[in-house]
């Protein structure tokens, strides 16, 4: 019965490195015919036959020697980050891999522009004699293309919880201008500590003036809810353990933020209001209330790390918060977005989680953490400088596949670890496989809802603005600005959809991309290797070749229609999970 599929499904062990669809599978019975007719099972039944020649990965151990997803042993590390890991891997036994051409193209692809490469990228960059240097320059092109905006923007609209709609209620025009000033900050580079110290500052119209809704997407306006958003996002740290004292010694930074209607409909102007009293941090004794006053005398703000800063009244407290946060000598703040990008690229921090900085939860490597968090500051927080050195890095590069003990490799940086693509990254790549496009609208009418047909879903400015297939695969709700708010975990109902929803056989049949792919007069071969480049980004391994050609082939023979057959090639090969994960 379904019942008893879905409890099977779900009591089923952890399928990290395992054969995850072939899981899926067994636990629904797909197999069986009465269900869902005899087209799918023999779909099926290929497609369980292809993934296990496309997934040699599904040992919950790699084999020795190199194959499609590995490179030739790495040479001696020679840059900071490599030796420190590799000091680390060596007492605990962790050889290092590293990953090969096929696979470093797609992950760079997808973790720089979260996109998948097309197929003649993705050929240029294999069949590339530079082994040398062709790895360090791709970097740095995608680093400069107009896609890293847009998926980084994603990212930080995550946090920032850019959403028109409940539980923030930006207003659609004050969300889009948010979103516009972001994306132009990721775009130009701007220097995190001035980016930093503008969200912080601003002052305006929401409609006008993106960084002021950094106060009015906070979902609690008094001070010591803004100095708890603020350490959030900026120190990376959870005010929940906080003494009532600590906090209430920042909030004076934010106590004179003040907020007032306009003529326009839900316009708001975001202001520094001086005539709002300061309370005095008392370090939790009591005092008695402040005599009304025209002209405030000075008062005290007291800093996470006991820092006492005087506040004038001739000077807007939120920027005494900005010096101290961005001096170079700030112990959370270049720490926390170091941890951040670390986690963002290799998918854990080196502290786990990436917003949980606390005493009690050290780096798992306390030496390669100082190391970025320095270059960060000596580069005048260049975070493309942070990326570059990241991604340069044999760590980065290092296969998916561990020697030993996964969850140790993981935790140690010796291995990349894998993760199921964000719900917006998967329906975009789909789309560019099939060329076709979906629809993004919001339950409330207003501007900016309806969204052009050939717009990325990265790209999408406001989380209010979704569709069915975002809802369904964990986007972000944008309500709380924590990284785990996001869902990447593979779950049932999500391989229900990619298995056996009109929505993707709609897109595979009726879609131009996969028709251009296998254009006549092509031959089997020609067919295969473009329908791998397409969608998992590397040529075919002679097994899988051989079972496509005889396919394809198999066609011809019967007088059945070819497309049929690229539709369920590709249907197979959109289901394995090297194409639905980051490895």
């Known amino acids: 019965s379904q019942t008893r599929a879905r409890r099977q499904c779900q009591t089923a062990p952890p399928p990290t490195r395992k054969l995850e669809l072939a899981t899926a599978l067994e636990s629904f019975n797909l197999f069986e015919p009465r269900r869902f007719g005899r087209g799918l099972m023999m779909k099926t039944a290929f497609a369980l036959a292809f993934v296990l020649l496309a997934w040699p990965a ?7 020697g190199p194959s499609i997803y590995e490179a030739p042993p790495p040479p001696a590390p020679d840059n900071p980050i490599d030796q420190q890991v590799r000091e680390r891997l060596s007492t605990l036994g962790i050889p290092p891999t590293l990953c090969s051409d096929a696979v470093f193209i797609r992950r760079v692809s997808l973790d720089l522009l979260g996109k998948l490469p097309t197929a003649a990228e993705a050929r240029a960059f294999i069949t590339d004699p530079d082994t040398a240097n062709k790895r360090r320059r791709l970097i740095d092109r995608w680093l400069q293309r107009e896609e890293f905006a847009d998926y980084w923007a994603m990212k930080w609209g995550d946090l920032l919880r850019i959403k028109a709609e409940f ?3 930006l207003w659609p025009n004050a969300a889009q201008a ?3 000033w972001v994306r132009a900050a990721l775009a130009r580079n701007q220097p995190y500590d001035q980016f930093a110290r503008e969200l912080l500052t601003a002052s305006g119209s929401n409609f006008r003036v993106g960084p002021v809704n950094f106060y009015r997407a906070l979902p609690n306006r008094t001070p010591e809810g803004i100095a708890a958003g603020a350490v959030l996002i900026f120190m990376g740290t959870r005010t929940d353990a906080w003494p009532e004292s600590q906090l209430a ?3 004076a930074c934010f106590s004179q933020v003040g907020y007032k209607p306009t003529r326009e409909w839900k316009e708001e102007i975001v202001f520094w209001d001086p005539l709002k009293d300061i309370p005095e941090a008392t370090n939790g004794l009591a005092v008695l209330p402040p005599p009304p006053r025209s002209n405030a005398p000075p008062r005290t703000a007291v800093f996470p790390d006991g820092t006492r800063a005087p506040l004038s009244a001739e000077r807007d407290p939120r920027e005494v918060f900005a010096d101290w946060l961005t001096a170079p000598g700030n112990p959370w703040f270049a720490r926390n977005i170091a941890n951040r990008v670390w986690a963002w690229l290799l998918g854990r921090g080196l502290i786990h989680e990436p917003d949980d900085l606390r005493p009690d939860n050290p780096p798992s490597n306390p030496a390669l953490l100082a190391y970025l968090e320095k270059e960060l500051v ?7 400088h942070l990326f570059r050195i990241i991604l340069n890095s044999q760590t980065y590069q290092s296969s998916s596949l561990p020697r030993g003990d996964v969850a140790l490799a993981e935790a140690n940086q010796g291995c990349y670890v894998l993760r199921r693509l964000e719900a917006e990254v998967l329906i975009d790549a789909i789309n560019q496989i099939t060329g076709t496009s979906d629809l993004y609208t919001s339950a409330i009418p207003e501007p900016f809802t309806y969204i052009p047909s050939d717009q990325p879903a990265v790209a999408l400015a406001d989380g209010s603005i979704t569709s069915p297939f975002l809802a369904l695969f964990g986007r972000s709700a944008r309500a709380t600005g924590m990284e785990n708010e996001r869902i990447n975990k593979m779950l049932p109902p999500q391989w229900l959809h990619l298995l056996n929803s009109s929505h993707i056989q709609r897109k595979l049949e009726q879609g ?3 028709r251009a792919l296998g254009a006549p007069p092509r ?7 473009n329908l791998y480049l397409a969608i998992l980004s590397r040529f075919p391994s002679p097994d899988e070749l051989k079972v496509l050609e005889n396919y394809i082939r198999s066609a011809r023979l019967k007088s059945e229609p070819r497309r049929e057959h690229l539709v369920d090639i590709a249907w197979a090969l959109i289901n ?3 194409f639905i994960y980051r490895h």
């Open 58 to 64: 599904a040992a919950a151990e790699a084999q020795p």
């Open 167 to 169: 539980p923030v209620n």
């Open 178 to 180: 948010y979103h516009r």
């Open 249 to 251: 010694g920042l909030a």
């Open 378 to 384: 000596a580069s005048h927080y260049d975070l493309k």
């Open 512 to 514: 131009p991309g996969l």
């Open 523 to 529: 031959q089997p071969r020609v067919i295969a290797t």
């Open 576 to 578: 394995s999970p090297e």
